[in-house]
Every structure is written in structure tokens, then in C-alpha cells.
């Protein structure tokens, strides 16, 4: 189950990604989705009916693509709008993919560029273009389905969605339930256009800070590491991309870094 605010403005593209982002959770582990039920909460008198209507038909339509049924849901008067989706899936248990069984000597691959948390406030102040916007939201309403099958497909059998902890937090879950150690090349990492500049105009987020914090000494940066891209890997995503350690290549995603022996530590290069 997730759920969360508007991101953007269009209520067709905000039900798109929370769909997404709901969805994701199935796909991290290998899963299909088969059924959901929307959680929405909003105050009836605070738009047109039209608008909680595009919300919904955004998420028709991604839980369709996905090959899901929507049974239900419930909803709430809410001065704040919030909306999202609880998902039931089924999986091979010979095929399922976990947050515990990385390895020294696995690669880790991504699928989705970062940046998303910088992009969304990024445009809530005006500073980033429509072009920039659009990408970031196909990005984050693309299912990670054919992620999910390329990891499946290569041989892994540990992997995690990357979303609020920000790829740092959510590698470390991986460090410590594997006992390994990961390593992460900064100047690999895929990064939606124009963050590096959002970054620079001080469009980030506290969730990053707290995301960092939460960190201490776990993580070690490399003196070299620019200062926006320290911001890029506590950034947190939205419906963000799978982060799958394999031995062999993963179609579709980028080689971002590997898992070494040794106690649990991130090591930002």
C-alpha cells in the first residue's frame, strides 16, 4: 500500500504515478499485480468533480497496463488530497526477489534515472521548463514491469524499489539484510535532465537532509564526489526504479556500482 499528496499538477498524470508507485511494490519483488483498491482523500468542494475524476482515470488506466483489476477502495473528506492504491499480487516463489540476497561480487544495475524530488519541487517554484517536467513525469508513470522481468530474467534474486529513503537509504536496507558491502560509481548514475542545475538553485528537499541523517556513518563519499550528486543518492523518489545486484547484465538498466565482502557500508564514489 502507498499513497502520498499531488506532485503535479495534472490530475491525470498524478493518478498515473501514484498508480505506478503503488504498483512498484509488487514489481520489487518479482511479482504480477492482480488486484488494487484505491485509497483517496480529498475535499469534494475544493475542485470540479472533473478533476478527482482525472485522478482516477489516470489510475484506470496504469493498473489496466499492468494487467490488474481495480475491486474497490474507499475514500475520505480531506482538506489535504492524498491519493494511492493497495495492490495484491501473486509470484513464483522459485523467482521471487528479496532485499537480503546480495552478494560480494554482484553488480548493481538501475533501471529509472534519479531526481524526481528535486524535479517536483524543482517545479512547484517555477524553475524547471515544461520539457524537463514532462520527462519527469513519464519516468515516474512507467511501471517498473519490464524491469521486474529483466531482473528475473538475469539471474537475480535480490533487488528494491527505489522511492522516500532515496537510493542511499534503500541500498542500505539491502547492505544490512545481505551483510555486504555496496559501492556506488557516482559517474554512472542516470540523472533526469536538468537536476544537476535544479540541485545548484537549492531546489532540494528535507527529506533528503533527514534521508542523510538517518544515514551517520554508514555511507563514506569519495572527498571527489561533487556536492549535487551527495544530493542526487538521498534524493527521494517517486515511483523511482528498481536497483537489481546481478552477475550478469540487466536489459534496460545501467550499471551503477557492485556488492563487496566485508560489514555492511555504503561507499559513495
Partial sequence: MDFFTPIVDDPYAY????????????????GTPLTVMNIAC?????????????VLHGM?????????????????????PKFGMSVTGLIDPARVLSNDHALP???LWLSKPLGTGVLTTAAKFDKASPEELDEGVRVMATLNA???EAA????????????????????WNVARASGVGIEIDTASLPVLPGVERMIGEGCTTGGATRNLDSLGSAVSFDPEVPGW???LVVDPQTSGG?????RAPVAGSVRIGRAFGGPPRLVVR
Fill in 146 to 148: 519490464a524491469a521486474a
Fill in 15 to 30: 493518478g498515473q504515478i501514484a498508480a505506478a508507485n503503488a504498483l512498484s511494490d509488487v514489481y520489487a519483488m518479482g
Fill in 152 to 171: 528475473l530474467a538475469s539471474g537475480a534474486r535480490c533487488a528494491t524499489d527505489v522511492t522516500g529513503f532515496g537510493l542511499l537509504g534503500h541500498l
Fill in 229 to 231: 550528486l551527495r544530493a
Fill in 42 to 54: 480529498f475535499d469534494p468542494t475544493a475542485a470540479p468533480a472533473e478533476v478527482w475524476a482525472g
Fill in 105 to 107: 561480487g554482484d553488480d
Fill in 60 to 80: 484506470h488506466d496504469k493498473t489496466v497496463e499492468a494487467g490488474a483489476v481495480v475491486v474497490g477502495g474507499h475514500t475520505v473528506d480531506d482538506p489535504m
Fill in 242 to 246: 528498481l536497483a537489481v545486484f546481478s
